[in-house]
Nanobody, 121 residues
Framework: QVQLVESGGGLVQAGGSLRLSCSVS????????MGWYRQFPGKQRELVAT???????NIADSVKGRFSISRDNAKNTAYLQMNSLKPEDSAVYYC???????????????WGKGTLVTVSS
């Protein structure tokens, strides 16, 4: 019923930019923290950035200064702006959101299916 859909992935050249979007749809009471994670082949999924409902952001050191995260609460959408992309940024990027179906219930994490980002040299 609640789903996250990522978009914006693709192939870009090193030094280029890409903007990922994550839209939450369905029936729910509230969305809390939203975030972006990435997973390299054969590696564990790692945190890229998170953003709270109030707009407080946390960026991983590995991408700080190049990536930024934002959200539009009215659209239930989070964004990941990726600049100065490097080949080592190539990964599957996943969107995550903590969602309360009902206000009295605890938040439940939801994940998108992922979008592939490939940065060529």
């Amino acid at each position: 019923q609640v789903q996250l859909v990522e978009s914006g992935g693709g192939l870009v050249q090193a030094g280029g930019s890409l903007r990922l979007s994550c839209s939450v749809s369905g029936i729910f009471a509230s969305i809390f923290v939203m975030g972006w994670y990435r997973q390299f082949p054969g590696k564990q999924r790692e945190l890229v950035a998170t953003v709270t409902t109030g707009g407080t952001t946390n960026i991983a050191d590995s991408v700080k200064g190049r990536f930024s995260i934002s959200r539009d609460n009215a659209k239930n959408t989070a964004y990941l702006q990726m600049n100065s992309l490097k080949p080592e940024d190539s990964a599957v990027y996943y969107c995550n959101a903590d969602v309360k179906i009902r206000m009295i219930a605890p938040a439940t994490p939801y994940w998108g299916k992922g979008t592939l980002v490939t940065v060529s040299s």
